[in-house]
């Protein structure tokens, strides 16, 4: 398992926490390692002198065998082509360096005891088989190593009177930083936040470069973990600008394996325009939006600019502030900007759990809560549709768990879902445009496709998805059951005349009331011509609300609700047209009926679109930004180009099952 680079200066004990953590080793093992080291100093720096080597080496943590010692192994880094006049003292240095480490393993060997876990060894290199071996090593390490690329520093202002903004008080800034990180937040995480901006992948090329189209040129990079949560709704919003604003000009092509070709102007501008737009929808208030303008982490100087006069003043502190987004401090002012811009206050309101901080704790991760308050503007702790109470929804002292609202922008997804380990509302998986910010266990990516019509769904899809929303209003745990007692309170809510009395002897399922049941009650209402009985003495065929026979004036009773036959159907549709057959030639005359039928048409998805996944993450040598595309069709088929994950296509297939 890989471990971040450590000063000299660093405690061996922070060095086998961090192995800890990065390793996933069980809590008994971590007892084991902490204590049973071997080594007699507390600094990493004595101790890698002891074992002859540099300060830049990297440590592989061995776990094969949980019953077994745990070995601390160092793993040589690729040494520089040595010129021929430097060959000799290499040389003498290098058998210095075998004799030392031979020495040392013999003393270290002296010294363990049997309750030591922890072994710390250095290897020699003097058998050929050895050195095959150890280059071998040394490859694979380097392809996981740390991505050495950093985002440059922000240039903080010598006088600051010329700062556009003010300071922002120190109590201000413990108190946000209180609510961001919480009180237990790792200093390692912590600096990964310290070290991303929002910048873009490079590839040497400039915009009059044919060669250009080689590298994924509209998508932010990321060189930690950590602020994926941030990136990756500030590069579907971008997204949304370069895919579907024609007045941008980007080049795209839908289907190729680069769909999305933007200069360096365009796709900076689409990064002005998305950040807009999240910190609009964000703001408690559009006429008082907060904007860092300088910020410095150790000396805790923030200097903000209150927006007043809206859009245009709001664009131009940004456009003026491009140097500290694309700084290492970009990620941290723009995540503070937005935060007090919707207040704290307000954020502490939405979410469900007061104490826990917007940043986890745990590993440096985003809490739903900051990935939903970039995507919504509201900072609230769930993804199902709109609130639900846990109780009695009349009752003010009943918990309400708070979740998304209709007519989103932008729209979300997790692969948890396919595991069955959360539930998305069809208010995020159904986004005004088709683009998705995509959770997992561990990162945020961002998933779009250049067709606007997959963002459409039929007006039949949007009665039913409301109808379940409102009976998911009663049904906290989804699990498809209401108490009888809701189904007025229901009724209610879907604005309808009927009354649960009406309808209840339709329900044969006692106290509760099943959805599979309700729907096709529903169904029945919504089309009543279309439902009847058979009188049971004469046969004749009833409305759906008639409680006595037209003909026999026998009652109701036991007959069963049906619906009619299709010959039924066509019969009284025969006679309808006849008797309207003047009103139908007209309407043909005029194109009515086709118009009617186009617009069914375009309000359907397409039967067979591409998508693409943008990952931005290069946190190793190994891995790079990548972008994978997927051809998807309306049954359900899917095809990977550059990946065959199972997990992702079950991500699609949640959407579009």
Not at 153 to 167: R, T, W
Not at 348 to 362: A, G, N
Not at 499 to 513: D, L, N, R
Request: glycine residues 6%; negative net charge; charged residues 25%.
């Amino acid at each position: 398992h890989e471990v971040n680079a450590m000063d000299g200066n660093t405690k061996l004990q922070d060095l086998l926490v961090t192995i800890q953590r990065k390793s996933g080793i069980p809590p008994a093992r971590q007892q084991i390692m902490s204590d049973s080291c071997n080594i007699d100093t507390q600094r990493v720096e004595s101790t890698l002198a002891q074992l002859h080597l540099p300060l830049h080496c990297h440590l592989l943590v061995l776990d094969a065998n949980p019953d077994a010692a745990l070995e601390l192994l160092p793993s040589p880094t690729q040494k520089p082509v040595a010129s021929p006049a430097d060959a000799d003292n290499n040389n003498t240095n290098d058998n210095n360096a075998n004799s030392s480490n031979d020495n040392n393993n013999n003393t270290s060997n002296n010294s363990n005891d049997d309750d030591n876990d922890v072994v710390m060894q250095s290897h020699s290199t003097d058998d050929n088989k050895e050195e095959k071996e150890s280059k071998q090593e040394s490859m694979a390490v380097e392809d996981s190593t740390e991505y050495k690329y950093e985002f440059p520093a922000f240039v903080f202002p010598d006088d600051e009177s010329k700062i556009d903004g003010e300071l922002i008080a120190a109590h201000d800034i413990d108190e946000l930083f209180l609510v961001l990180f919480g009180v237990n937040a790792h200093p390692p995480d912590v600096d990964r936040w310290y070290a991303q901006g929002l910048d873009f992948t490079h590839d040497g090329h400039d915009d009059n470069s044919a060669q250009h189209n080689n590298d994924i040129r509209f998508g932010l990079l990321q060189i930690h973990g950590g602020p994926c949560g941030i990136m990756a709704p500030v590069q579907a919003y971008m997204m949304k600008e370069m895919l579907f604003d024609a007045s941008l000009g980007v080049i795209l092509d839908d289907g190729a394996e680069m769909p999305v070709l933007p200069t360096n102007e365009q796709r900076s501008e689409a990064l002005i325009r998305a950040i807009m737009r999240i910190l609009i929808k964000a703001a408690s208030d559009e006429t008082y939006i907060t904007w860092i303008v300088a910020a410095e982490r150790h000396s805790r100087r923030y200097f903000r600019k209150i927006i007043r006069k809206g859009e245009t003043e709001l664009r131009a502190a940004i456009a003026a502030s491009m140097d500290l987004l694309q700084s290492r401090i970009g990620v941290i002012s723009f995540v503070l900007s937005v935060v007090l811009s919707r207040s704290l206050p307000v954020i502490l309101e939405e979410m469900d759990d007061k104490q826990q901080s917007l940043i986890l704790p745990e590993f440096g991760h985003c809490s739903q809560e900051l990935a939903n308050l970039m995507i919504t503007g509201r900072c609230v702790t769930n993804i199902h549709d709109g609130d639900k109470a846990l109780g009695d929804p009349t009752d003010p002292d009943t918990f309400i768990l708070k979740g998304i609202g209709p007519n989103q922008e932008i729209g979300f997804l997790t692969t948890l879902e396919p595991m069955r380990l959360a539930k998305v509302g069809d208010h995020y998986k159904c986004p005004q445009f088709p683009i998705w910010v995509v959770g997992s266990s561990s990162h945020y990516t961002t998933l779009f496709t250049l067709n606007l019509n997959v963002a459409k769904i039929t007006e039949f899809d949007k009665k039913s998805q409301e109808l379940r929303r409102q009976f998911n209003v009663f049904d906290v745990e989804e699990s498809g059951i209401i108490k009888s007692t809701d189904l007025q309170a229901l009724l209610n809510n879907l604005k309808s005349d009927v009354k649960a009395y009406q309808i209840s002897q339709h329900f044969h399922t006692g106290e509760v009331i099943l959805w599979g049941d309700f729907e096709r009650i529903w169904k029945m209402l919504e089309n009543q011509e279309m439902y009847g009985w058979h009188c049971l003495k004469c046969t004749l065929w009833n409305k759906m609300e008639a409680t006595i026979c037209e003909v026999c004036a026998s009652l109701k009773g036991d007959a069963i609700i049906e619906e009619k036959t299709k010959s039924q159907q066509d019969m009284e549709k025969s006679l309808k047209n006849n008797n309207n057959n003047n009103i139908n030639k007209g309407d043909n005359a005029d194109g009515g009926g086709d118009k009617n039928e186009a617009n069914e048409v375009e309000t359907k998805p397409p039967s067979k679109f591409f998508m693409y996944l943008y990952n931005g993450l290069k946190a190793t040598k190994k891995d790079r930004p990548q972008i994978t595309k997927l051809s998807v069709w309306a049954d359900g088929e899917l095809q990977a180009f550059h990946s065959e994950s199972e997990e992702l296509q079950a991500l699609i297939r949640c959407k579009f099952p």
